[in-house]
């Protein structure tokens, strides 16, 4: 874990809707991410989604070797996105 905020430029796409225990959560998954960031525990960072900026966020681990970003309704709304569909996200910096 960085002591320091780490620069990070990192982008990916993919649908919001990750399955937990047989229910859909409205969180983006990062594939890779346990092997990118060099851990399977959760991380913060500032990011965005398509446009909407998201500062100090904490990326949960899925223990499937990925990470997944929460996207609540207000989040959402700003994007005009649902279940299913796909967002951007760029990573801009670690926090820890």
């Known amino acids: ?16 809707g990750v399955e ?3 229910e859909t959560w409205a969180c983006v ?3 890779g991410s346990a092997e990118f960031f060099g851990t399977g525990r959760s991380v913060r960072a500032d990011l965005t989604v398509d446009d909407v900026e998201m500062p100090n966020v904490g990326l949960m681990a899925t223990g499937t070797g990925g990470h997944m970003v929460s996207l609540n ?7 005009g996105k649902g279940i299913g ?3 951007t996200v760029h ?3 670690r926090l820890r």
């Open 91 to 93: 990573l801009t910096r």
């Open 1 to 16: 874990m960085p002591s320091e905020p780490v620069a990070l430029d990192h982008t990916f796409t993919a649908p919001i």
């Open 29 to 31: 998954e990062m594939p």
């Open 73 to 79: 309704a207000a989040i959402r709304r700003k994007l």
């Open 85 to 87: 569909d796909m967002v």
């Open 20 to 22: 937990v225990k047989g």
